[in-house]
């Protein structure tokens, strides 16, 4: 059986673009008329989604999946590694958490990793006519002596490589010149074609340097990509998170507290595109006082996240925000934070136990077992979500605690769960306080519209009809149309043998 060809978009550091350009690539290619898929052998990220057979990946390859019409499957993203600490990692492979390791530990495992990368792009390639390939940080890491997420990959693969630098952090020229000497001459020699993304102003500024770009590495640039802004795609890297979402009319604010070990704060993306609303990620009590929604998201390491509140008198904020009837909402670990009481008897994030902030009625025990399965449910209509009554929730849920409440009313009704009928409580509300384990829950606009409205009654200023009717779900031809635009994608598509035209949506 012949494979597809490959092409892989590798970049001179993390965060430079390629999970956006992957996505879009995939969404350009699909527009021709291709059957295409995504690949990253090995993605650390804290941001995760779930497969339809329970399997967690990393939230960018979903994402890239979504791009390409097709539904994410585990191969796209074989090892994921979640940092549970500065020098330790959770180790998932193809979708189960099998260890916790630190690097040098993984570094051994990888031999017996390797045969998995493989298979699952082998079967990608089975199924596919095209399948683009995503690297993980930089090939030029020189200190590493194994790779098993660049050019290892790209040579199993015979894929071609464009490579990606920021233009944004500057250094741009340096950056693609160095990482190009840095390589090996067979590592190298695979490198087709530079692209230069986050440009702004006029290309024209640029040009001269693009010459003596190609001239000094006999590479041709292949793409000037201008910046694109936020929410195109799901943001995969906590680097992103330094840019305020704050639109110049913004009538109401939300801090997101940004946690040691936060995880899955894509979820809060629905609420930047709202007109009106001014999303910041915090790490101070006196940024909680100016907000009118706070947000305490999702958490690789509860416990020990739980106590940098305290020690930052971020808890206290929170518990004050509660008592002015501001919104408070608590996502997954949020959610457990905002409990009564949290315990960790089997050492699942390292032992311990905490009293939460009492905001919620519940207390969580760790499980060793990792709850990861896809879940429908609707809107109870419980307290300040009474104007989302009924509203129907898709999602996902990621999480190792269980959590039981005594009392309250629950946030949302479990109607499916796994593809299989459920009936079942999530979450809780009390007062202006919401707790939920559903990842996905603000992609529903009915209870972004609900929160916000409760917002703008606290704060004595009007609704925004427009709230709640944001959608996403032409993102990804948006995107391709301006990537598109940007790309020599005649060259692009002559790498793989996969003819490629910008076809607008």
């Not at 796209?76 to 990692?89: C, G």
């Amino acid at each position: 059986m012949s494979l597809a060809p490959c092409l892989m978009v590798q970049g001179t550091s993390s965060g430079v673009g390629k999970s956006l350009l992957t996505a879009a690539l995939c969404r350009l290619f699909r527009r021709a008329g291709h059957r295409v898929a995504p690949f990253k052998s090995q993605n650390m990220s804290l941001n995760a989604a779930v497969t339809k057979c329970g399997g967690e990946i990393g939230r960018a390859q979903a994402a890239q999946a979504a791009a390409a019409g097709i539904e994410p499957t585990v191969d796209m993203n074989p090892i994921l590694l979640k940092p549970e600490a500065d020098d330790r990692s959770q180790v998932v492979v193809r979708g189960h958490a099998t260890a916790s390791a630190r690097w040098a530990e993984y570094g051994r495992m990888t031999p017996a990793l390797w045969p998995l990368v493989a298979e699952s792009l082998a079967r990608l390639r089975a199924a596919h006519d095209v399948v683009i390939i995503e690297g993980a940080g930089s090939p030029a890491e020189i200190n590493l002596a194994w790779d098993i997420a660049n050019m290892r990959v790209a040579a199993l693969a015979d894929a071609p490589v464009l490579l990606v630098g920021d233009i944004d952090r500057g250094g741009v020229f340096a950056a693609l010149i160095g990482t190009l000497a840095l390589l090996a001459p067979d590592d190298r020699a695979r490198v087709a074609g530079l692209i230069v993304n986050r440009v702004r102003g006029e290309r024209a500024v640029l040009d001269p340097g693009l010459e003596l770009l190609t001239a000094r590495t006999g590479v041709p640039v292949v793409g000037v990509v201008p910046h694109l802004g936020h929410g195109l795609v799901p943001e995969e890297d906590s680097l992103a998170l330094d840019v305020a979402r704050a639109p110049d009319d913004a009538c109401l604010d939300v801090a997101v507290v940004r946690l040691p070990r936060i995880a899955n704060f894509d979820d809060v993306e629905p609420l930047a595109a709202e007109p009106g609303v001014a999303v910041r990620f915090v790490t101070r009590p006196a940024d909680i006082e100016l907000a009118d929604i706070v947000i305490v998201p999702g958490s690789k390491s509860t416990i020990a996240d739980l106590a940098w509140l305290h020690a930052r008198g971020l808890a206290a904020a929170i518990v004050r925000a509660a008592q002015e009837g501001r919104v408070v909402l608590g996502l997954c670990g949020g959610y457990q934070i905002l409990g009564d009481r949290l315990e960790d008897p089997h050492g699942v994030e390292g032992g311990g136990a905490a009293d939460g902030l009492a905001l919620l009625p519940g207390a969580t025990t760790f499980a060793p077992r990792k709850t990861t399965v896809r879940v429908r449910a609707r809107v109870t209509g419980a307290g300040i979500l009474a104007d989302a009554a009924g509203a129907s929730v898709w999602g996902y849920e990621i999480h190792a605690g269980v959590t039981l409440a005594a009392h309250g009313a629950p946030a949302l009704t479990i109607v499916e769960r796994g593809g299989l009928p459920a009936d079942a409580s999530d979450g809780a509300v009390v007062g202006s306080v919401v707790g939920s384990y559903v990842h996905g829950l603000l992609t529903a606009g009915p209870v972004r519209r609900a929160l916000l409205r409760a917002a703008a009654r606290r704060r004595g200023v009007p609704a925004d009809a427009r709230w709640g009717e944001a959608e996403t779900a032409d993102r990804y031809d948006r995107l391709a149309d301006l990537v598109g635009a940007a790309l020599d994608l005649e060259a692009i598509g002559r790498l793989v043998g996969r003819p490629l035209a910008a076809v607008a949506s």
